[in-house]
């Protein structure tokens, strides 16, 4: 004896799609100071820092201020070989990048840069991406907004939210790593009585980064209240 059963594809979900965005300003939480540093000798790798003398005073201006040396990253050198023969006494100039986690330190970062004979400031990089309280409450108020544009959407056809569905964020509003920004002075500080720290006491020298987030959620799509299916439009 032959037995059939025959199994019915359930029925299509009734889906509903809205997104909406959410915009402020976000400051940077640290930021990496980039350095040109000129020396009569060269040396490679981590070795630069305590071999070479200006690195070295460098580094031990900027612990005085509270920045340690594992701040402190080579990220390459020029070497001028003016005899034609590369040897340990060629010029160099360095790249280095310094690492300020606490920006209330910048100033000071700064002033130890200024001070250093043969030293000049090429760039400062703010990082945005580590202001998880400013991304999730801009991400809150996005998915909020949506949510109740989803609710307006759905009775407006007569019928009701059901279970979420899903929820994201769209690609491609989020923050670059870091932001270039040219430095906030011009002049070194070392031809002044002034330091640079007490020039830029009281101004704000992180700048805020205007930002936008944006998010779509879904929500499965019920009948109206009395049941009955939603109006064609």
Known sequence: MWYTCSVSAPPALALLEAQDFATGDVAPTSAFVHVTLASDRFFSGNAAFTQAEELRRLATALATRGVPETALAL???AVDVASGVFSKSSSVTYRVRILVE???RLPGVLDAVSEAKKASLTSVAWNYDDNTVAMHALLRKAGQRAAAKAKVLA????ATLGALHSVREVQGTEPSRSAQVAPPFAAPARARSESVA?????????PKKRLTLR???V???ASGPEGSAAPAP
Do not use: H, I, K, R
């Open 102 to 104: 606490d920006l209330e």
């Open 198 to 206: 007490d020039q830029l006491s009281g101004l704000e020298l992180a």
């Open 219 to 221: 929500f499965t799509l």
């Open 155 to 158: 009775e407006a056809v007569g």
């Open 215 to 217: 998010v779509v959620v």
């Open 75 to 77: 990220e390459g050198a």
